[in-house]
């Protein structure tokens, strides 16, 4: 057995300085696409070759729905005028029951204990919500621990897009939390469905059944992303700015 | 003489008229259309004495009849064979076949739970997909008159719903557990049957994530049901995404270009080799072997980071597309990739080495989890757990697609049939994904990489072996490119059907590392 101790303390500290410096290093997420001042007839083509909405033009702007992305690359790829990618990976945004409850706050600081339900999850996102626990990502360090017990838990983390057989497990995971408890939804499908749902067997989303306080866009969310999210959910981070998601008149939601 | 003309002449003399043959022009597929009273005696036949295997049960519906179309493939040679039987609308009884292809069982009671059709002789039936405390009885979401979108679904539940009980003794009990357990679990439930430390047997429900993805790609463009494919299991994004493009190029005849299908090779050994370590971390993981769990896992983070940087995407979605692929991968940064992949692979050949001599941790692999090469040949398994328990099945050798056959690998195999086995068989297959992805950069030829697919009407299957084993995608498509019905068969699906083998006479404790060694995906096997 030593020699597992002797390997271990070879590999020295590994763990990215997020959040206190950012990233750097190569491949850690696929990036949004980036909207912006577009030609009329350019961005209705953009428009046209998302498969789940998440580009909407109007008038000279084009806006992008962070929450819809599934990262298919049709508009970086597909188009004659593409899309950049941005490369960051701090998403995370509000959701819409923040507006009567706040972070979780100070107390919280060094000790959350996070529940995970797999909701219909395609397993890409629970692949990367393991890869916190990976000493890359370590999110022990900032306090953050995973409970199989909601009993234990302040943040329920949901993954998948509620599906009618997970919709009760995942009710009485919640109701079976202490207060104050904040729920964390990560990924397009737990959002907005994404391409699965709504449907005869799926809810849009947990948000359609929990009050939802922190969303983390992506499909699947890179670790660092939903890492934010949690940070967001409890204080220690703000979400992305307005600016970096413009106010989307369409729809009239504050996060894009 | 090949395996399908001599298929062709036995089945012939053997059935005569009970079963017309004819092989299909393009795709070379020997269709033999029986007559129910045929129908198992047939199968048996195909799949006992003559040893083929089991690819899966694709129902359609027609206007006028029902179409079922059980394929199997030939596991020495290349060949494919659907037995086809067609009924009457109105004629809901089917006769059943897993009394002698045991492989067809779950294929059965998935098409008894969404299309409502009996299959005479199954000895057990309904509560499988639809679980009886949601869904009220009698309704059949993969009927044409169902739509899919239909929001809520008007339900009258049972929540007095219990499972059967099937042990019988004095303080026997049941654990159950799920579908929300253990951290950072896939959703499914679990009835351990027992009388105190040994679990007797246990009894997996599945489904707890169905998402309708076969009853949602109806009617949609074929290239937008692509992104469900490669999205209905994310792990292995790009196998799925791949087999089926193969279903769309063999409707179509599209002949993909030669540098489009090595790099299809190489992504998807580049996927196989980031599976298998991720694998290879949850059984580190489930004997509570924290460092070496820690030290692979670095390493499947590495790969991620690998494929993000050359593709894009870290689960390589959006490359593959029929034709080819939808973007041109520079022949350097593929080598770069390559060579840090060899760097991963010579750090998980270290963390092999130490394994071995970890006694703690091979006492709690060995004789765990136990399948038999009979049982596994019986049930259909396939993949890696397949192939530790000696039953030598590769698509990518026994019927070879894409670009595989310009390249040298094994596929290794092992015999005990046990965790340790199937351990084994994941190193030895990274090892080989390795090699593979170093013949391709080796002799990549610059060249076009995608040629556009023509539309066609028409239905095909494509296969890959996905890095969880055999995947089988079903594809009808109408001349607008619309998909009129899509079937898919994952490996999990199949492998979940032998889940029971294993789990049979065990300590609790060792429950979570038969899951581990199994690599059972949930996501995959719900759809």
């Known amino acids: 057995m030593s020699q597992w101790v002797r390997r271990g303390l070879l590999s020295g500290v590994r763990s990215t300085a997020y959040p206190a410096a950012r990233e750097a290093a190569a491949g850690v997420s696929p990036g949004l696409p980036v909207g912006g001042v577009r030609a009329p007839a350019e961005g209705a083509a953009l428009a046209a070759c998302c498969p789940t909405g998440a580009l909407t033009q109007h008038a000279s702007e084009l806006l992008v729905d962070n929450r819809r992305c599934i990262h298919c690359f049709r508009c970086v790829r597909a188009v004659a005028a593409p899309l950049g990618l941005s490369d960051d990976y701090e998403w995370a945004v509000w959701g819409q029951a923040t507006q009567s409850r706040r972070a979780l706050g100070r107390p919280f600081h060094r000790s959350v204990h996070v529940i995970v339900v797999d909701a219909g999850d395609c397993g890409a996102c629970l692949q990367e919500v393991r890869q916190l626990n990976n000493p890359y990502y370590n999110m022990h360090r900032l306090g953050f621990f995973i409970t199989p017990t909601p009993r234990h838990a302040d943040v329920l983390l949901v993954v998948g897009s509620v599906t009618d057989h997970m919709r009760a497990a995942l009710e009485h995971t919640y109701a079976a939390m202490p207060g104050p408890k904040r729920v964390v939804a990560v990924g397009a499908c737990a959002l907005t469905g994404g391409l699965f749902a709504p449907s005869f067997v799926s809810e849009g989303g947990v948000a359609r059944v929990l009050p939802v306080d922190v969303e983390v866009p992506g499909h699947p969310p890179p670790p660092l992303a939903i890492l934010h999210g949690l940070l967001v959910a409890v204080g220690r981070a703000m979400p992305t700015t307005l600016g970096a998601s413009p106010l989307n008149p369409v729809t009239g939601t504050s996060h894009g | ?527």
């Not at chain 2, 009273?37 to 295997?53: I, K, N, S, T, Y």
């Not at chain 2, 596991?75 to 006769?95: M, Y």
């Not at chain 2, 059984?283 to 769990?293: G, K, P, Q, W």
């Not at chain 2, 898919?488 to 581990?516: C, K, M, T, Y």
């Open chain 2, 1 to 527: 003489m090949n395996l399908i003309e001599d298929l062709q002449r036995e089945i012939g003399a053997r059935w005569g008229a009970a079963a017309t043959c004819r092989i299909a022009p393009r795709t070379g597929v020997l269709e033999a259309v029986a007559a129910p009273d045929a129908l198992e005696a047939l199968c048996g036949w195909l799949f006992g004495e003559r040893q083929l295997g089991f690819a899966g049960l694709v129902v359609e519906e027609g206007d006028q009849q029902w179409e079922l179309r059980y394929a199997f493939y030939g596991s020495r040679e290349p060949g494919w064979v659907q037995v086809i039987l067609r009924r009457p609308l109105s004629q809901r009884n089917v006769p059943s076949i897993v009394r002698v292809v045991h492989a067809a069982d779950w294929h059965e009671r998935e098409a008894e739970d969404l299309y409502g059709l009996q299959f005479e002789g199954h000895p057990r039936l309904g509560d499988f997909v639809l679980h009886d405390d949601v869904w009220q009885e009698a309704v059949e979401p993969m009927r044409r008159s169902f739509p899919s979108d239909r929001l809520p679904v008007e339900r009258h539940p049972r929540p007095d719903w219990r499972p059967r009980r099937v042990l019988q003794a004095t303080g026997a009990f049941v654990m159950p557990i799920g579908p929300v357990f253990a951290g950072l679990s896939e959703s499914a439930h679990f009835l351990l049957e027992t009388v105190g430390e040994d679990v007797v047997r246990a009894i997996p429900r599945l489904f707890y994530k169905y998402r309708g993805v076969e009853k949602l790609a109806e009617g949609q463009p074929y290239i937008d049901v692509l992104l469900s494919a490669e999205r209905f299991a994310a792990t292995t994004a790009f196998s799925h995404a791949l087999a089926y493009c193969h279903a769309v190029e063999t409707i179509g005849s599209v002949p993909v270009p030669e540098r489009a299908l090595v790099l299809r090779v190489f992504l998807a050994e580049l996927e196989r080799l980031r599976h298998h370590v991720v694998a290879i971390e949850a059984i580190c993981d489930s004997t509570a072997l924290a460092v070496a769990a820690s030290q692979v896992g670095m390493l499947g983070e590495e790969l991620l980071r690998i494929a993000g940087w050359l593709t894009g995407h870290r689960y390589l979605f959006g490359l593959v597309t029929p034709g080819g692929l939808t973007v041109d991968l520079d022949d350097q940064r593929c080598q770069d990739a390559c060579r840090q992949c060899g760097e991963v692979l010579r750090k998980l050949n270290r963390l092999e080495a130490m394994l071995q001599q970890s006694s703690s941790f091979l006492d709690r692999l060995e004789e765990v989890g136990f399948i038999a090469s009979g049982d596994a040949l019986a049930c259909g398994l396939v993949g890696p757990i397949a192939r530790a328990s000696g039953v030598a099945r590769d698509l990518r050798v026994v019927q070879p697609y894409g670009g595989y056959d310009r390249f040298a690998f094994q596929a290794p195999l092992e015999h005990e049939g046990d965790g340790y086995a199937r351990l084994r068989v994941l190193f030895a297959e990274a090892r080989q994904s390795l090699s593979l992805m170093e013949q391709v950069v080796s002799r990549l030829a610059s060249g076009p990489i995608h040629a556009p697919p023509r539309l066609e009407a028409g239905a095909a299957l494509g296969w890959v072996e996905a890095p969880r084993g055999a995947a089988f995608h079903w594809l009808r498509i109408s001349e607008d490119g619309t998909v009129q019905r899509y079937r898919i068969v994952p490996p999990s699906f199949i492998n979940w059907l032998g889940f029971r083998l294993s789990v049979e006479h065990f300590a609790f404790q060792d429950f979570p590392i038969i899951l581990s060694t199994l690599d059972l995906s949930v996501a995959e096997n719900d759809r």
